[in-house]
């Protein structure tokens, strides 16, 4: 025991400072559950992606009830509303002098409607606090899907930067004339400088993706978060890019930015149509990603979508609450709990009884400090055994095993970065749990590609790979460039064009520690208008090699 404690103490030692929340991170970690709304022209469209043939006169909304939308996100715990004010298409859902493209000229309230008001109201009521998405693109200025931004015409730059500094100036003080704005959220990075706009309009809001991140994308839309990937440190070099993700995630970082797992409820689809209702995930897969999430100390953030008439289908509302009442029922009453500071931990159940689940909750005030740790269990006839093992707690850790009979829980701590402190640690019994083990979420390398020692004119060759049929969802990929005669040219000027555009920084990264080899972040939803290219220059001796790509 001695000497455990003695390695204990040099960990401790040897990590004397660690990175910690801001007050801002803090609150919307706490939050636990977000709910998305999206809801913009390409719902009458029955696509993913508005492609302006809606007739403004047709978007009537009869029904529209932002009352209801609160509710669901009330029945399922979520704490916040992230609503998506203005997607890819430019469409505004408030009030605006910057676009035409706008609630002012839909017959819903003929012209008169603010959705975002409403909605603002409706989270004052409910007690939730509301997120803003503000697409940084927008067709109707030629900035596309991943651009940031960024137009396609530079002359258009300025006048789209004004355009766009305002639709997020105007969008954030109106909700917060309401309600809290927890979270502002740039889709795919932001290139338009809105710093200033976010401390003055936003002060107690964290931002997803771009400059000024201080939140992180998980890296996929199925809900999937690796267990050694779940830490909220990461480098700072990692964050600036404001397109970081759950593998940048490192114990050993300097930075906190806690992550987000975005999940769709129809399967793959944001936004509602008939046929799409049939895609519904089931309770069970919610469950998974709900243990996935918050149950590795993450935020869930699970999309609603209204359909044309406003209000989320019946069925929807159905599974929402469901959803609230399964985390209810199984995490709702603990067997027993407590709390306590330092490396081991005795939680008395009072009698003999079934355990399968223990949720442990780290004061993450202090840093997330805990690096290796056992669950035993303790009963007359074994003694203390060993129930489940782990490395990562932060905000929450559901562990969960089989059925073991005990009367005492003990939780130890075999290795930290300083003193443990837990602010709760309870056991459950849950009946009827049904959790799949999880495959790799990484694929294997696939060839999408290859060049010719023709293709070089010199020292160099211009090579472009059509990477669409291989990212195939949105998610993280890495591809490399792999001589097969020895040589090695260097990979230079690499650009990740999307729909024809170059794509927003930090979309397109190198990999670290590897050569010629590429990160790509895909945030947008594909479908068949998708168009993925990597272009770069080969630069060295003639060569020949292939082209690999994988998700990672």
């Keep these: 025991m001695m000497i455990v404690s003695a390695i204990f103490a040099l960990s401790i030692a040897a990590h004397a400072t660690l990175p910690t929340p801001t007050p801002q991170q803090y609150d919307w970690h706490e ?9 913009d022209p390409c719902t009458w469209q029955g696509r993913e992606y508005d492609d302006h043939s809606t007739d403004l006169a047709d978007m009537k909304l009869p029904k529209l009830d932002t009352e209801q939308w609160c509710e669901a ?32 000229n839909i017959a819903w309230k003929g012209g008169e409607g ?13 007690a939730l606090t509301m997120g803003i998405y503000v697409y940084p693109g927008d067709d109707t200025w030629g900035a596309g899907i991943g651009s940031g931004g960024k137009t396609k015409d530079p002359g258009k730059q300025e006048a789209y930067n004004a355009v766009f500094r305002q639709q997020l100036r105007e969008t954030l003080e109106r909700a917060r004339e ?35 991140a201080s939140i992180r994308w998980v890296g996929n839309e199925k809900g999937r978060l ?23 995630s490192t114990p050993e970082g300097d930075a906190w930015a806690p992550l987000e797992i975005d999940v769709t409820l129809y399967d793959h689809f944001w936004f509602w149509a008939e046929e799409n209702e049939q895609k519904r995930k089931s309770l069970d897969e919610l469950m998974r990603v709900y243990y996935q999430s918050a149950g590795q100390g993450a935020v869930m953030l699970l999309n609603s979508t209204p359909t044309t008439e406003g209000l989320i289908p019946e069925a929807d509302m159905t599974l929402y609450r469901a959803l609230g009442a399964e985390i209810d029922r199984r995490f709702g009453t603990p067997l027993a709990d407590t709390a306590g500071v330092g490396n081991t931990i005795v939680l008395n159940l009072g009698h003999t009884t079934p355990v399968n689940h223990v949720v442990v909750m780290e004061d993450y005030r202090l840093g997330e400090r805990i690096r290796a740790f056992e669950i035993e269990g303790w009963s007359k006839k074994g003694g203390w055994q060993v129930l489940a093992t782990g490395h990562h707690v932060g905000r929450k850790r559901i562990v969960w095993f089989d059925d073991a009979a005990a009367s005492k829980i003990r939780f130890h701590v075999s290795q930290a970065a300083a003193e443990p402190s837990i602010r709760s640690l309870a056991a ?22 290859a060049w010719a020692r023709a293709a070089f004119e010199g020292r160099k060759a211009a ?13 993280q990929y890495q591809v490399q460039f792999k001589t097969v005669d020895g040589r090695r040219p260097r990979c230079e000027e690499e650009v990740l064009l999307q729909s024809g555009q170059a794509s927003a920084p930090g979309i397109l990264r190198r990999t670290e520690g590897e050569q010629n080899t590429f990160d790509v972040n895909r945030t947008a939803v594909i479908t068949d208008q998708a168009d993925i290219r990597l272009k770069v220059v080969l630069n060295g001796k003639p060569s020949e090699g292939i082209v690999l790509i994988r998700q990672r």
Aim: net charge negative; glycine share 8%; proline share 4%.
């Design 73 to 104: 996100a009330v029945s399922w715990g979520a704490k916040e509303i992230l609503f998506v004010a203005k997607h890819t298409g430019g469409f505004c859902w408030w009030q605006t002098d910057t676009s035409d493209y706008s609630v002012k």
């Design 226 to 248: 690796d267990a050694a990937q779940a830490w909220s440190t990461l480098s700072r070099e990692d964050l600036s890019t404001g397109t970081s993700t759950a593998v940048h």
């Design 428 to 449: 459950y019994h849950v009946d009827g749990v049904r959790i799949r083990p999880e495959g790799a979420l990484s694929s294997p390398w696939q060839q999408c590609g």
């Design 31 to 39: 939050q636990e559950r977000i709910m998305f709304v999206c809801l």
């Design 178 to 212: 309401y309600t809290t704005v927890s979270e502002v959220w740039f889709d795919g990075s932001c290139v338009i400088e809105v710093g200033d706009i976010i401390e003055e309009c936003a002060p107690d809001a964290v931002v997803f993706q771009g400059p000024h």
């Design 463 to 475: 090579i472009e790979i059509d990477l669409t049929p291989f990212i195939t969802e949105p998610g």
């Design 114 to 126: 603010d959705v975002l008001v409403e909605l603002a109201k409706s989270c004052r009521k409910h």
